[in-house]
């Protein structure tokens, strides 16, 4: 151990008295602060619509991501138009005055090619998506549900149809997701490129439902199968997508697949009966015999359906870049032999 009793520690000066400090000058200016306001009240869309003058007239064939990137476009600016005039006379919402008490969901949009099944453009459908990630159950939703149908349902009316050589239509509802009534208040962000110059600083309050909130699939369901009751149709216990209509000495079964519909039945007038009833209630779209269904290919045939996925297996090797790929008949090296191991099973079974 050291001993530092011997140190002396250097005497330090003492400092003159500080002079007292004067307080700051008060200020004259009329500033004043503002309170924070939250992060929901900035509502007006940073971005800013593209000029009908500098739009690009031919049409791509990609799938834009964001909305300035979309809007470069005269077809893709044509669909935004589209959807906000289908949206505007389904009164799907009313803006109102925003208060920090509201959850206030995003919006985007979602653009997406309509192709054929050869692979032909048929149209550019760009949808307004609600940021339904930010919802909160038991303030703006409370209970969810899809109607997809199963796939075993589908190959027993499949196979039902074909044996008793029934036609099967395929129905279109167009803009389901936006018939369904919603129950719970909703606002939302004014859409992006669509922003009310007279009331920027407004949410809009839905009245109807909007893809991407959490109960549009349940909305849509519950106004397909109330109409679907009450023409006299039944839903199955075993599969809830599944509808019966049965009068004694005709039967139909009607499928449903988020908004796309199949229908088949024992009598092919009352089956038009039927869609035209329908088409009074929803606005559809009546594409004759199926064709396309669940990414299934549908050919009708004298010896029944023949289904195929070509077009599916090509999404495929698109996405992973083996569409220059040569075929083969086996993905298995047809040089390697394979050999079972020497020793014996002890229990063949």
């Not at 149209?123 to 703006?140: N, P, S």
């Not at 109409?227 to 449903?256: E, H, M, P, Q």
């Not at 990414?295 to 023949?306: N, W, Y």
Request: include cysteine; charged fraction near 15%; aromatic fraction near 10%.
């Amino acid at each position: 151990m050291v001993d530092l009793s011997f140190y002396q520690l250097p005497q330090v000066s003492s400092l003159p008295p500080s002079s007292p400090v004067s307080p700051p000058a008060r200020s004259n200016h009329p500033m004043t602060l503002k309170p924070r306001q939250p992060k929901t009240a900035n509502l007006v869309a940073s971005t800013a619509a593209t000029s009908a003058s500098t739009r690009v007239l031919h049409s791509p064939s990609f799938e834009p991501i964001a909305f300035s990137d979309a809007d470069r476009y005269a077809v893709w600016n044509n669909a935004m138009c589209d959807e906000i005039a289908a949206l505007r006379s389904n009164h799907t919402w009313s803006l109102v005055p925003f208060h920090s008490s509201m959850n206030v969901v995003g919006s985007r949009w979602v653009y997406r090619i309509k192709r054929r099944v050869d692979g032909s453009i048929e149209r550019y459908k760009a949808r307004l998506v609600a940021r339904g990630f930010t919802q909160q159950e038991g303030i703006d939703y409370s209970e969810t549900f899809s109607p997809v149908i199963k796939q075993a349902t589908v190959r027993l009316v499949f196979s039902i149809a074909v044996s008793r050589n029934w036609k099967i239509h395929q129905l279109d509802i167009h803009n389901a997701f936006l018939i369904g009534v919603l129950t719970k208040e909703v606002y939302m962000k004014q859409p992006p490129g669509f922003v009310d110059s007279s009331l920027p600083s407004h949410v809009c309050k839905l009245h109807k439902s909007l893809y991407g909130l959490k109960q549009a699939p349940r909305a849509w369901y519950t106004c397909l199968s109330d109409f679907l009751l009450s023409i006299g149709f039944r839903a199955s216990k075993v599969d809830t997508s599944l509808f019966i209509l049965s009068d004694g000495t005709n039967i139909f079964y009607l499928l449903v697949y988020v908004d796309d519909i199949l229908l088949t039945g024992s009598n092919s007038a009352m089956l038009h009966h039927l869609i035209q009833l329908l088409s009074s209630e929803f606005k559809l779209r009546d594409l004759g015999a199926f064709h396309y269904f669940l990414g299934i290919e549908v050919q009708s045939t004298g010896m029944g359906l023949m289904l195929r996925q070509h077009k599916y297996i090509f999404d495929i090797l698109t996405r992973a870049g083996m569409t220059s790929y040569k075929p083969v008949d086996t993905p298995v090296s047809p040089s390697k032999v394979i050999l079972l191991p020497d020793h014996s099973f002890f229990d063949p079974t």
